[in-house]
């Protein structure tokens, strides 16, 4: 590659890394959709304790080939194996999570109480045979058409974000997780690129504006990142953008204490 293409690229990606043109007055940067996703995903593999490793394709209705086709639907929907929980997972208003989210959610409980929000916490860690059961509840019939209309909001077991105990789904007491969007909670949520979960280590699980993630976008649904991630952003693309040394002073622009150390998970499976 030419010196001068790799200049330009590393220009591309100064522009395009997160909030650094927009760090002043904000404690957060901003983040599209797909750096949303992209956030989870560098937390899963990166930062997040207490996962094990993704199981494979688990059973769904008991007929294999019906099973085959609703796999190669999901996966075509964007779904992906997920790693699920360990042991040691805490209760919280009667829901099961990892007890970093159950801390978040107790910290944003008290401010959304604080400001007139009454959104709960309804689900939060799921097994996979949990879901499983919920799945087969849903499908009714065994068309491609019917497939594909559960899985724009169901996840096939062994594939939901739930199973690593990290995401939170909100809604009213007496409310659906459909009306949750229209809710002045959500748009309290949502302000100022979610700056209010954000600064509970949460960003959205299912962001709008990205496609090709699993089910339709769930404005309901949070993920527990950590606050240092949600603050910094994914670290390589900072540091390819501007080598090591910048990466330093950037990181210390817009995260202040700097990252959490990486510590390599075990449910990888690496020495
Ligand atoms: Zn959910």
């Known amino acids: 590659m030419s010196r001068l293409l790799w200049l330009l690229m590393v220009w591309a990606m100064v522009l395009v890394a997160p909030g650094v043109a927009s760090a002043e007055g904000h404690a957060f940067p901003e983040y599209t959709g797909e750096e949303f996703v992209a956030l989870y995903d560098y937390a899963v593999a990166n930062t997040l304790p207490n996962l094990e490793a993704p199981n494979g ?13 609703i796999w190669e639907a999901a996966f075509s929907r964007g779904y992906v194996l997920r790693p699920t929980a360990g042991d040691d997972l805490n209760r919280a208003d009667g829901v099961v999570m990892q007890p970093q989210a159950a801390a978040a959610w107790k910290g944003l409980k008290t401010q959304a109480r604080a400001a007139g929000m009454y959104f709960i916490v309804s689900s939060a860690y799921r097994s996979p045979a949990a879901q499983r059961t919920q799945f087969n509840s849903k499908l009714s019939g065994t068309s491609d058409t019917a497939i594909d209309a559960t899985l724009t909001w169901y996840s096939v077991p062994g594939t939901s974000k739930h199973h690593a105990g990290y995401a939170l789904d909100f809604r009213y007491r007496s409310g659906t997780f459909g009306g949750f969007r229209a809710t002045p909670d959500y748009r309290w949520l949502k302000d100022d690129n979610f700056a209010v979960p954000k600064s509970h280590g949460l960003i959205p699980s299912y962001p709008d504006d990205v496609d090709n993630q699993g089910p339709n976008p769930e404005p309901w649904e949070f993920v527990w990142v950590g606050t240092s991630l949600a603050a910094c952003g994914l670290p390589q693309v900072v540091a390819a953008a501007h080598g090591p040394a910048a990466a330093i002073s950037v990181d210390l622009h ?3 204490g700097g990252m959490e150390p990486v510590a390599t998970p075990a449910w990888l499976g690496l020495p």
């Open 57 to 69: 394709r688990y059973p769904i209705t008991g007929n294999d080939d019906l099973d085959e086709r």
């Open 254 to 256: 817009r995260c202040p």
